[in-house]
């Protein structure tokens, strides 16, 4: 429906169908603006067309009147919001299922701080041997003491004196 040749060809009527099950995107007075500017959308040229639907939706969005006012706000922004749900939705259901498989019963009182770090070390390495996995000077730099004491928490977490410069020294 929201495809960007299935816009052009206007093969649907109606959005307010999808619009009604989405309350927390749309409000219900802006229902009837959102369906007029769906049914004028396929009776305009776009500039930019794209096959790529984000790319053709943020150029709905820039369409203005003569007056500078938005031609298609109402309805650009709730096809790109509602783009954006199932994506960040698998995420984070992604993101829990990644979480509940760190924090087992044994690792159960496991830091915050701890459980970020694997998850970016597992999202990092992306199913790489990390026996292998390069370690470049900018991936040296990320991971100091200095990172630690931007959080009074963590810096009990290191006792080291040593600097930034004084850590890369050791491999180069």
Same mark, same amino acid.
């Given at each position: 429906m929201i495809n960007p040749e299935n816009v052009k060809k206007g093969i649907s009527v109606s959005i307010t169908f999808s619009a009604i099950h989405f309350p927390n995107l749309i409000a219900k007075k802006d229902y009837e603006k959102l369906d007029s500017e769906w049914r004028l959308l396929k009776n305009i040229k776009i500039r930019n067309f794209s096959d790529n639907g984000e790319e053709f939706w943020v150029s709905v969005l !820039?369409? =203005? #009147? /003569?007056? %500078?006012?938005p031609m298609f706000? !109402?309805? /650009? =922004? &709730?096809?790109?919001? @509602?783009?954006? @749900?199932?994506? /960040? &939705?698998?995420?984070?259901e992604k993101r829990f299922s990644q979480i509940n498989l760190i924090k087992t019963d044994s690792r159960n009182l496991i830091l915050s701080a701890t459980l970020f770090g694997l998850l970016h070390t597992k999202e990092y390495l992306n199913g790489k041997n990390c026996y292998i996995l390069p370690i470049t000077k900018e991936l040296l730099k990320l991971h100091f003491n200095e990172m630690y004491k931007r959080n009074k928490d963590y810096e009990i977490l290191t006792d080291s004196k040593t600097s +930034?410069?004084? %850590? @890369? !020294? =050791? #491999? +180069?």
């Open positions: !820039k369409e =203005k #009147y /003569s007056n %500078d006012t706000g !109402k309805v /650009s =922004k &709730f096809v790109i919001q @509602l783009c954006s @749900l199932s994506h /960040s &939705f698998a995420n984070v +930034e410069t004084e %850590d @890369l !020294k =050791k #491999y +180069e």
